[in-house]
């Protein structure tokens, strides 16, 4: 099959021998996207990037990331035409505010902001804020691309399929989104052998983790003080990830200038 672009850096990721692949990849992009936007190409200066992070800014991890990463000057420069941007879509917003009517009904029942739809104005504009951030869209823009690529892989290369099987699955997070994408982009062909090796790579998994971290508790017990570890060691934030995705125990990251 022809090679795209992800095409590599997707078998890459399953060389890694990483608890989850597609975690893998999306350090790798997330960590790409903070470089480029700070980082020694200062990308941040150009009016193409600006004019984007001004639209979209940043949500509250990666403003983190943003300041651990080291370059204020940078992220200074950023926020200042950002929130000229903000201010005047503020302005707006308050102008044409308008309150709706109480009722005692309403104001009887208990608040859940954070669960309930905006019913103001406002409300919807700074949901539609939040919905955003500059790293969060370039890692979304390019996570599909790479779902694609593995189903491409998988149907037409003997290779990419060795890797698979032979991989440690995935965390659950993307363990779901492989078995959705499955149904629509996969015949009934190749289903009959990829759902089963999934859910066998994945229970394997699974119980392995199980059974490390169960031995990694045991270990505090003076009886096993001079037992081997094998690999319980780092099992903790391996477990971590595999419920929930991401890295855990990654060290900050920083510019390296």
């Given at each position: 099959m022809k090679e795209s672009i992800y095409t590599?850096?997707?078998?890459?990721?399953?060389?890694?021998?990483d608890e989850c692949p597609f975690c893998f990849i999306e350090r790798n992009l997330e960590q790409h996207a903070i470089n480029f936007a700070l980082g020694s190409q200062a990308s941040y200066m150009e009016d193409d990037v600006r004019a984007q992070?001004?639209?979209?800014?940043?949500?509250?991890?990666?403003?983190?990331?943003m300041f651990d990463y080291g370059n204020r000057l940078g992220s200074a420069l950023i926020l200042s035409t950002h929130f000229k941007k903000l201010n005047e879509e503020l302005s707006?917003?308050?102008?044409?505010?308008?309150?709706?009517?109480s009722s005692l009904f309403g104001r009887m029942k208990k608040s859940s902001p954070d669960t309930e739809a905006p019913k103001t104005s406002i409300g919807a504009w700074v949901a539609e804020k939040e919905a955003?951030?500059?790293v969060c869209d370039h890692i979304?823009?390019?996570?599909?691309?790479?779902?694609?690529?593995f189903f491409e892989l998988y149907v037409n290369s003997e290779e990419f399929r060795a890797l698979f099987e032979n991989s440690k699955g995935f965390?659950?997070?993307?363990?779901?989104?492989?078995?959705?994408?499955?149904?629509t982009r996969l015949d009934d062909k190749h289903k009959k052998t990829f759902y089963p090796t999934l859910f066998s790579l994945m229970q394997t998994n699974m119980k392995r983790l199980e059974e490390e971290v169960t031995w990694f508790t045991e270990k505090?017990?003076?009886?096993?003080?001079?037992?081997?570890?094998?690999?319980?060691?780092?099992?903790?934030?391996?477990?971590?990830?595999?419920?929930?995705?991401?890295?855990?125990a990654d060290p900050v990251f920083t510019s390296d200038r």
């Amino acid at each position: 099959m022809k090679e795209s672009i992800y095409t590599i850096p997707l078998m890459d990721a399953f060389k890694a021998d990483d608890e989850c692949p597609f975690c893998f990849i999306e350090r790798n992009l997330e960590q790409h996207a903070i470089n480029f936007a700070l980082g020694s190409q200062a990308s941040y200066m150009e009016d193409d990037v600006r004019a984007q992070t001004d639209k979209v800014g940043f949500c509250r991890h990666h403003y983190k990331m943003m300041f651990d990463y080291g370059n204020r000057l940078g992220s200074a420069l950023i926020l200042s035409t950002h929130f000229k941007k903000l201010n005047e879509e503020l302005s707006e917003q308050v102008k044409k505010f308008s309150p709706g009517k109480s009722s005692l009904f309403g104001r009887m029942k208990k608040s859940s902001p954070d669960t309930e739809a905006p019913k103001t104005s406002i409300g919807a504009w700074v949901a539609e804020k939040e919905a955003h951030c500059y790293v969060c869209d370039h890692i979304h823009a390019n996570y599909g691309r790479y779902i694609d690529t593995f189903f491409e892989l998988y149907v037409n290369s003997e290779e990419f399929r060795a890797l698979f099987e032979n991989s440690k699955g995935f965390c659950l997070h993307h363990f779901s989104h492989l078995v959705e994408t499955a149904d629509t982009r996969l015949d009934d062909k190749h289903k009959k052998t990829f759902y089963p090796t999934l859910f066998s790579l994945m229970q394997t998994n699974m119980k392995r983790l199980e059974e490390e971290v169960t031995w990694f508790t045991e270990k505090y017990d003076y009886r096993n003080k001079d037992k081997d570890w094998g690999n319980s060691r780092d099992s903790v934030q391996r477990c971590m990830q595999k419920d929930r995705g991401g890295y855990p125990a990654d060290p900050v990251f920083t510019s390296d200038r």
